[in-house]
């Protein structure tokens, strides 16, 4: 019956989780996904879930970092973005990374194979049609025109955008080993997962000076208003803001000893692997705006790199988001129209990992309403619930901008009462580690008041 399917619009990270969770409740699940039928800005391939700037999911600590507890959140509810990630897994040291064509390839393998799901490759302009009485819109940042008009139109509220970069991927064989070193900070994973490049003081600002004077990509009139996420910004517009914040930055040159030198670098340039075979490495916070030529000149400047060959090169795209804390319920659902949810970076969570995890659970809550099943939130003690909180309604509407996951959406942990009835706070690693056994915690109570726990166990 046509009420008991729900749709999907968008084959991203959100759309392909949300799919997985519903299909593995015994929801017959159709994505529309509209590539190859038409490209995105920044796409390259038609596969489900491709990854298009950074190949890292950032740390997998679970003990004492947000996203990495967010991970372990998510491993205990059968993610499948998460099962993916760790067939495609490439070293990244405390970090997960994964080779990016691997990846999409096995989710896109895993979401053809199951038999709760179908894949339409379609562009849905508008809002879907009404008979479709179950929907999730997961279209990204990268949202078609006519349906971010349509959204727009049927709440009132205007549209809110950003500007997001991609950083430059480089071949490992054009890298000058008798300069770069491979070494993580701290010795941390294996030791050796990153390749250093280092700068002196003098390589370093003739480097900056290239970056603040490069051609640089001009935005159209109606983009130049539009904010870059703090996060995610591109590296000459770090630059702009002062000559030493790269060097604080992602030019950081703690925790690392050059083997090649005695002298201590100044500033180090670090280079994640980005596929299985190790070939292929992405320049660590090295998102741009600049030009390709000047990416390729500038780039090649930094000791090491003088002979880089790109497999790929820098770029930017503008990304779309809702106003989420008034425009949508705590399940996602839209408000003017509750047959309606939303999931993914649409709904204003920021990161590859936040995103999906709003469409596991977008996923949830809506094979839970076809069903006819009463289910709980996730607690705003775990990372799921914190997150959830937020977009929802925990975050002011007039200030909302995109979020990643982070311990600062986490209610305190209650300060300790010691035997003379002082109290003292916990701080540091000591509350981040509260934190995480307490959400872990929680989220087992939560699974197992789940009418559906097998979502938590084995594949369908």
């Not at 990509?217 to 000459?236: N, R, V």
């Not at 670098?265 to 992405?282: I, M």
Request: proline share 5%; charged share 25%; with cysteine.
């Amino acid at each position: 019956m046509e009420q008991k399917t729900l749709h999907i619009i968008g084959g991203g990270l959100a759309g392909s989780e949300a799919a997985w969770q519903a299909a593995n409740a015994g929801i017959k699940v159709i994505i529309h996904e509209m590539r190859p039928v038409e490209k995105t800005d920044a796409h390259q391939t038609e596969g489900m879930a491709e990854l298009v700037c950074s190949n890292s999911f950032r740390s997998d600590d679970y003990e004492f970092n947000a996203v990495g507890l967010l991970h372990e959140e998510m491993r205990r509810c059968n993610s499948l973005i998460m099962n993916c990630a760790e067939v495609a897994k490439v070293p990244a040291g405390s970090a997960l990374a994964v080779d990016r064509n691997v990846f999409s390839d096995e989710v896109t393998k895993r979401l053809t194979a199951h038999p709760n799901i179908e894949i339409k490759r379609e562009v849905i302009n508008g809002l879907p049609p009404e008979e479709w009485e179950h929907v999730i819109i997961a279209t990204g940042p990268l949202t078609h025109k006519s349906m971010a008009e349509a959204i727009i139109e049927k709440t009132g509220e205007g549209q809110l955008a950003f500007f997001d970069a991609i950083a430059p991927i480089i071949e490992k064989d054009s890298i000058n080993f008798d300069i770069a070193w491979f070494q993580s900070r701290y010795d941390k994973g294996d030791g050796k997962d990153y390749i250093n490049c280092p700068m002196s003081e003098q390589q370093y600002n003739d480097f900056i000076d290239a970056l603040i004077e490069g051609d640089k990509t001009e935005f159209k009139e109606w983009e130049k208003d539009t904010p870059y996420f703090e996060a995610c910004l591109p590296i000459e517009v770090m630059a702009e803001r002062g000559r030493q914040t790269l060097s604080f930055g992602p030019m950081k040159p703690v925790g690392l000893t050059n083997p090649n030198s005695d002298e201590r670098p100044y500033a180090v340039v670090q280079l994640r692997q980005d596929n299985k075979l190790g070939t292929l490495y992405n320049m660590v916070g090295f998102q741009t705006k600049l030009k390709y030529g000047a990416q390729a000149d500038i780039f090649r400047m930094i000791p090491g790199l003088e002979n880089a060959q790109f497999e790929r090169l820098g770029g930017i795209h503008r990304n779309t988001f809702i106003k989420s804390p008034i425009l949508l319920d705590s399940e996602l659902r839209l408000k003017a129209d509750p047959r309606i949810r939303f999931a993914g970076q649409i709904t204003g969570c920021e990161g590859y990992v936040e995103s999906a995890s709003v469409g596991l659970m977008a996923g949830r809550f809506a094979a839970s309403e076809i069903m006819g099943q009463s289910h709980d939130l996730p607690p705003v003690d775990t990372a799921l619930g914190a997150l959830l909180n937020h977009i929802t309604g925990g975050a002011e509407s007039d200030t909302f901008q995109p979020m990643n996951i982070n311990f600062g959406l986490f209610p305190p942990i209650p300060p300790i009462v010691r035997e003379n009835g002082k109290k003292k706070k916990v701080k540091g690693r000591d509350r981040k580690k509260a934190m995480s056994d307490r959400a872990l915690i929680a989220l087992e109570d939560w699974l197992k008041c789940d009418p559906n726990l097998h979502w938590s166990k084995d594949a369908a």
